[in-house]
């Protein structure tokens, strides 16, 4: 992905219209069924999100300003398997910035049919804290302002509330 995207044509992108990726899942990518394993569709996920960055010149800006890509949270819905060998296109649209976060809406696709859906909370962490959203979309050259879908908010909110499990006394 990085060795294609230099050569890659640069053409603008609206930073907030849906991004297209494609993949063929291959044996690696399978489980027992065999079908592409849940765990398997974060990654698909993730390879998008990194299709997008160097797209947009955020692999670039990552790199001089010394910052990593962390998931800070993530929810996942799945209706349909993913054959493997099958070409599945995964739709990747900004759904929320907040002045932390990043939040990234997930769709695979094969055969005509929505297969998963995935929200994934993800920020650019630094030495001593995390790199503001806004900050970094204004540096590579977009207008952004913060804005959450209705939904994507409901979810946060909800995430920020659920209790975080005490270390176990049993070790």
């Known amino acids: 992905m990085a060795f294609s995207s230099l050569f890659r044509k640069r053409k603008p992108i609206d930073w907030r219209a849906e991004f297209h990726t494609s993949y063929r899942p291959l044996i ?3 489980d027992v069924y065999p079908e592409v394993n849940n765990g ?3 990654v698909l996920f993730d390879m998008a999100r990194y299709d997008l960055a160097f797209a947009i010149g ?3 800006y990552v790199r001089k300003n010394r ?3 962390v998931v800070g949270g993530s929810s996942i819905r799945y209706r349909k398997r993913l054959a493997p060998f099958r070409k599945i296109r995964i739709r990747t649209q900004l759904v929320g910035l907040d002045e932390k976060f990043f939040y ?3 769709t695979t696709e094969q055969s ?3 297969c998963s859906s995935a929200l ?3 920020a650019l962490r630094m030495k001593g ?3 503001f959203p806004m900050e970094v979309i204004t540096a590579l050259g977009f207008e952004a302002n913060t804005f959450m879908e209705p939904w994507v908010q409901d979810w946060a909110d909800w995430d920020d509330k659920r209790p975080w499990p005490e270390l176990s006394s049993t070790e």
Request: proline residues 0%.
């Open 58 to 60: 955020l692999v670039k």
């Open 40 to 42: 398997r569709h974060f």
């Open 112 to 114: 005509g049919a929505v």
């Open 28 to 30: 690696g990518d399978l």
């Open 104 to 106: 990234f809406q997930h």
């Open 129 to 131: 804290g995390t790199a």
């Open 120 to 122: 994934v909370r993800t």
């Open 67 to 69: 910052l990593a890509f």
